[in-house]
């Protein structure tokens, strides 16, 4: 049983409750209640920053083009971009996928939830500032290029669920070891580990804070694993991250998401 913060639809507030992580599970009003029988919110109210190419392989992927225009060479600070409000969705809800559109990266990330103000902070101190840790799904149409903003690609409403919860940090010994699966339709089809990022949770906490203050609330995520699986209309996503839980959602066509379907 884990300490977390969750947000129920409708409700103002966000509200401290107990989780089984393992059973997918909050303790209300004394009784155990799954998850799929909640109608829950996003967990988070700060703004959501995305990283790219900090995971090893994820840089391996592009080669000796690292080194050719328009990249030069790898990156010597993290490359940040915003999931914006529009994106955010909670778990249980649809992602929408766009007409014309085949199917839809899964980028799976461990969000990392700021509970103060941060500012120039050093990785000896930078798990301090944490409050906890959620799932993320940074879902993109898929796209070549990480040298422009790709703001159509990932930038969409729906484009970002969140949650199910978030647990406090005391829940996870270790960000920097934890691991990530990816599972379409229950088959599992990505699986990765924290292990093998290129910053660590620390020292990008570090390097983020060292040109911009993180606030209270938002949520910096540590990147997104290479061969991101791809799904379409009709299949159901969930992702799952050691000591934290599952974040579960189905993909339908943009029209439906739009009349106000229900995953």
């Known amino acids: 049983m884990e300490r977390a913060t969750l947000k129920l639809r409708g409700a103002a507030q966000r509200h401290a409750a ?11 009003n004394g009784a155990w209640v799954p998850v799929s029988q909640l109608s829950l919110d996003v967990p988070v109210s700060g703004t959501v920053y995305g ?21 030069q060479e790898p990156p010597k600070a993290p490359i940040l971009y915003i999931k914006p409000a529009n994106t955010h969705i909670a778990c249980g809800m649809p992602i929408p996928c766009p007409h014309g559109v085949d199917a839809l990266e899964m980028g799976a990330a461990l969000g990392i939830v700021m509970g103060r103000p941060a500012t120039r902070v050093p990785p000896s101190e930078a798990l301090s500032y944490v409050h906890g840790y959620t799932i993320v799904n940074d879902v993109s149409i898929p796209h070549a290029s990480y040298y422009r903003p790709a703001i159509r690609e990932k930038a969409r409403d729906g484009f970002c669920p969140i949650g199910p919860w978030v647990v406090h940090r005391e829940a996870v010994p270790n960000p920097d070891d934890v691991g990530i699966r990816v599972y379409v339709n229950r088959e599992l089809r990505q699986e990765n580990t924290t292990r093998n990022l290129i910053r660590a949770v620390p020292q990008l906490i570090a390097d983020v804070t060292e040109f911009m203050t993180l606030s209270a609330g938002d949520v910096l995520l540590v990147g997104v694993p290479e061969g991101a699986p791809l799904a379409a209309v009709g299949d159901t996503v969930r992702i799952e991250i050691d000591h934290i839980g599952a974040l579960q959602n189905a993909i339908v066509p943009e029209q439906a998401q739009a009349m106000g379907v229900r995953a």
């Open 51 to 71: 990283t790219l190419l900090n995971y090893q392989g994820a840089l391996a992927a592009l080669g000796g083009a690292v080194h050719e225009p328009p990249y």
């Open 18 to 28: 107990a989780v089984d992580t393992a059973r997918r599970a909050v303790e209300w």
